[in-house]
């Protein structure tokens, strides 16, 4: 069984700060992180390969200082890690980075064929979910999102039965494989990195690929040029000036507070209780 993970070198978004003036991100001095999200799709493929064997290669899209990340990822168990850097890659939005994956997992594939393709549900600088399902589009995969559990795998059969989390309650589905996976956040939790893992990973090779060996058949559909996304303005959230009201329990009984504070909620949105009431019809 081979498992491909992609994953994404982002800022980290507790310390990102927007300019007052321009009201772009600033980025200096931030410390750079693997995305969060991410690592829930890495653990789970390497879940995976610890109950039926095989091997679990990490691939991502960056600059070059994102071998860091790689690395991080090897440490945790991952067999293989790929960087796509390129200049010709700058500017890329998610169409054009989906292209670029998807062309990079087909030549990984030409090596061994691929099973599964995980990432995570969204990445935390651009929050779209979108690059998952524009890779899956590409390779033409079953797609499987915002999965919280992996309930059966048989690849002898070549069925995965998953759940995942859907508006209003929990659904079971089944496919085929080779697929690709969305991970949930929090559906399970990273392992450590035990020290020879992670002098291992400062050793090993960390294999770079340009736009010529991930495979790019047309550079119109990478970076800028592939990329028809425009974002037209950048801003902070405006701080909210209302403080939080606090209700003692001491004063009262915890049933009288709970009370209170619905009564409140329904005074403030008067639509919230028929709302919820048409819902509990339902």
Request: contains cysteine; proline residues 5%.
């Amino acid at each position: 069984m081979h498992i491909v993970v992609c994953i994404k070198q982002v800022p980290d978004s507790a310390q990102i700060r927007v300019h007052p003036v321009t009201n772009t991100i600033m980025r200096q001095g931030v410390p750079a992180i693997v995305n969060p999200y991410d690592l829930f799709a890495l653990e789970e493929a390497l879940r995976l390969k610890d109950r039926f064997g095989g091997r679990v290669t990490v691939l991502c899209m960056g600059p070059p200082q994102a071998e860091d990340s790689l690395r991080k990822c090897v440490s945790f168990g991952a067999d293989d890690a790929i960087l796509v850097t390129d200049r010709a890659f700058a500017g890329a939005d998610t169409l054009a980075t989906s292209y670029a994956l998807a062309s990079a997992i087909r030549q990984i594939g030409r090596e061994q064929a691929v099973d599964l393709v995980f990432t995570g549900k969204q990445t935390v600088d651009g929050d779209t979910a979108q690059v998952g399902p524009g890779i899956a589009k590409r390779l033409g995969l079953q797609l499987l999102t915002y999965v919280s559990r992996i309930v059966e795998l048989d690849m002898d059969a070549k069925k995965i039965v998953i759940e995942r989390r859907a508006e209003g309650g929990v659904q079971v589905l089944r496919t085929a494989v080779p697929c690709l996976i969305t991970m949930l956040e929090n559906t399970n939790e990273l392992r450590f990195a035990s020290m020879p893992s992670m002098i291992n990973a400062a050793r090993v090779p960390i294999r770079r690929w340009n736009k010529d060996d991930a495979g790019i058949e047309d550079i119109e559909k990478i970076g800028l040029k592939g990329s028809p996304t425009v974002v037209s303005k950048v801003f902070g959230p405006t701080p909210r000036t209302e403080k939080a009201e606090m209700l003692a329990v001491e004063e009262s009984s915890l049933r009288d507070v709970s009370l209170n504070l619905i009564q409140r909620l329904f005074t403030r949105h008067p639509g919230l209780e028929q709302q919820l009431l048409e819902r509990s019809d339902a």
